[in-house]
């Protein structure tokens, strides 16, 4: 069976800090696929990485950093220079290798974090 | 591309009636849809899935008889909350997947349904 583990729960940060969202998974499956979403107070989420079991380069975009570890099953998310816009509940989330011709697997969610970056 | 819509984005109904959700892939064909359910400050369960043609398939604990979902076609799968009860109030999402998309879903907007 699958798990994700947020053990943040809430985090809060004063505008400008660096932040970093911990994620820890569980899996039997050699071959899996890590996602980041981000839910703000509209509710529709935000995909903001796929990264697959593979390839354990960290990747960077803007503000937003990885760090894969296959080592210690973990995918950390950090955030440099936070803004107010970058409030919101952030879902770390795991897929086992798809079926049907490269089509998805179901995706089993972390609890979230809560991020408040205050001004 | 690859734009999921939800409609309709939020329902209040009364206790008793039916509720449908609709799930549609604007720009591709969705060989697999999901849906999943949240419940306020919680994650998103996984209450089924459903490939375009067959039966979904619920997840331990969802009554299927109470949450009937079609996916009747590529782009359509419908979320239907029968004799629903003021405990059946939560966002529900709707995701959906294409053959040789490279495992990526795509995230509809979002229903809240409440049940009063």
């Known amino acids: 069976a699958q798990k994700v583990t947020q053990a943040q729960t809430e985090i809060s940060v004063v505008e400008k800090e660096d932040v970093t969202l911990d994620c820890v998974y569980e899996t039997r499956d050699t071959t899996y696929y890590l996602f980041w979403y981000k839910q703000p107070p509209s509710g529709e989420l935000v995909f903001l990485i796929r990264r697959n079991s593979f390839d354990e380069q960290n990747e960077i975009s803007g503000r937003y950093s990885w760090n894969f570890q296959k080592s210690t099953s973990s995918f950390n998310f950090t955030i440099t220079a936070s803004q107010v816009v970058d409030s919101a509940v952030y879902f770390c989330?795991?897929?086992?290798?798809?079926?049907?011709?490269?089509?998805?697997?179901?995706?089993?969610f972390g609890s979230g974090t809560q991020l408040t970056v205050l001004p | 591309g690859a734009v999921v819509s939800q409609h309709p984005s939020r329902v209040i109904c009364k206790s008793g009636t039916s509720v449908k959700i609709e799930c549609r892939s604007l720009d591709f064909q969705a060989t697999t849809m999901f849906w999943y359910r949240q419940f306020p400050k919680k994650s998103l369960m996984l209450m089924a899935t459903s490939n375009e043609g067959s039966k979904a398939t619920y997840e331990q604990g969802v009554e299927k008889d109470k949450f009937l979902i079609n996916h009747a076609s590529l782009t359509l799968s419908t979320l239907t909350v029968t004799s629903a009860h003021p405990e059946d109030s939560s966002f529900y999402i709707c995701s959906a997947s294409r053959a040789g998309g490279r495992y990526e879903q795509y995230f509809g907007p979002g229903t809240r349904l409440t049940v009063t």
């Open positions: 989330a795991l897929s086992e290798k798809g079926g049907l011709s490269g089509s998805a697997r179901q995706l089993t």
